[in-house]
């Protein structure tokens, strides 16, 4: 794999640590700007809204700009992000920390995606998105606890001072080691047939969403998401009053799940190298099952541990074909690219809701489980239909504008 890789998997890394460390930091935050809880709640929401708005609107004003100088933009704004975070004399700066910080997020994952396959041959090119976002995953492992501990040490400031500077690496890397003009739209062959890239003007960005194909990868998308993160957004409840386990127990038991995603990561990049959508199918499939039999059998210490292994394994085993799915079909269009992120992150909004819902109802926190199992079938269902489409010699075209 290309060194322009590593560079790119560090940017991953640094962006999904400033992601997840503040969960560990929050009380020391909230406490050292006199704010309560619920404010400092936003310094995690205000991202994720920022995550999903920048992912659109950051691809779409960079069009026409070349890639490797929009990802040095992109790792330059969160370094800038985390530096206004470091240094927050009050709150609403911190708050505009994270903003900043959260708007590269999108574009950086959907500008990247492109820009790691286009540095290998096209028969890698899930691999190669797999080792990029090998850097996302280490980071959902590592964030919480690294920033808990250099908290607790230094004060949750050095923990920003950190990220700044793995950012400050990252863009070096990315500047030196992704060679020039990778990543730019040119000819694709999606099914056999080889077609024009979409340009980069942005009215011809726009006309890739007038593909079915599009359309069904990013329903599956926030499907997959959605059914996944719906039962993980509750999943410390279901470990301490389902499964038995210590509040203590739970960093342990989310550091097992985020080993899953690592796993998963890469055996996904590899699967779907070979085939692509019956890899996809799969993934999802093991995923709903995965789900729903951890709902039966959460009272069980040990299988709750196996299990969440397991649903951290098949949920982020589709994520790598998921994306060079959504651009072979949409011919290198980055703002589809971008678009697959927000899809990401509305299915984790929409999964969260739900599995509420759920306890709310008095279902129980075991409850959010089997909401995510049932979404994740309709991904599966979604996925079976877009590779049986993409499969029928009768298709001439997915166009349907």
Not at 60 to 71: D, E, G, M, S
Not at 104 to 126: M, T
Request: with cysteine.
């Amino acid at each position: 794999m290309p060194s322009g890789l590593v560079a790119l998997a560090l940017g991953g890394f640094g962006i999904g640590l400033t992601e997840f460390l503040i969960a560990g930091l929050l009380p020391q935050v909230a406490s050292s700007f006199a704010v309560s809880e619920a404010a400092a709640g936003w310094l995690i929401s205000g991202y994720a809204l920022s995550v999903a708005v920048g992912a659109i609107a950051l691809t779409a004003a960079t069009a026409r700009l070349p890639r490797k100088a929009v990802l040095v933009g992109l790792v330059a704004l969160f370094v800038i992000g985390n530096l206004l975070s470091a240094l927050a004399p009050s709150y609403p700066v911190m708050l505009l920390g994270r903003i900043v910080a959260a708007l590269c997020h999108g574009s950086f994952f959907g500008i990247g995606s492109l820009v790691a396959r286009s540095l290998v041959a096209p028969e890698k090119k899930s691999r190669a998105v797999a080792v990029m976002f090998a850097g996302l995953t280490l980071a959902n492992v590592l964030g919480v606890p690294f920033g808990a501990l250099v908290g607790e040490r230094w004060g949750w400031r050095a923990a920003f001072w950190a990220v700044t500077a793995i950012g400050v690496l990252a863009l070096a890397g990315i500047a030196v080691l992704v060679p020039d003009g990778t990543g730019e739209t040119r000819p694709t062959t999606v099914s056999g047939r080889s077609e024009p890239a979409p340009g980069d003007g942005l009215r011809a960005q726009f006309r890739a969403f007038r593909s079915w194909q599009v359309w069904l990868t990013l329903t599956a998308t926030a499907l997959s998401y959605g059914g996944m993160f719906g039962a993980f957004s509750y999943i410390a409840y279901t470990f301490t009053e389902v499964s038995g386990f210590s509040p203590g127990d739970v960093a342990w038991l989310l550091m097992v799940y985020g080993v899953g995603l690592v796993v998963g990561n890469l055996v996904g990049g590899r699967a779907a190298d070979r085939d692509r959508d019956r890899a996809l199918v799969l993934a999802l499939l093991g995923l709903a099952v995965t789900l729903a039999v951890f709902g039966l059998l959460a009272e069980s210490a040990t299988a709750s541990v196996i299990l969440v292994f397991l649903m951290g394994l098949f949920g982020f085993a589709s994520v790598p074909g998921m994306i060079t799915r959504v651009t072979d079909f949409a011919h290198g269009a980055a703002l589809v690219a971008s678009a697959n992120v927000s899809a990401s992150n509305i299915g984790n909004a929409l999964g969260a809701w739900l599995g509420g819902l759920a306890i709310t109802a008095g279902l129980g926190y075991a409850s959010p489980l089997y909401v995510g199992a049932g979404i994740v079938l309709i991904s599966v269902v979604v996925m079976a239909v877009a590779a049986r489409q993409a499969r029928s010699p009768a298709q001439q075209t997915d166009r349907f504008m």
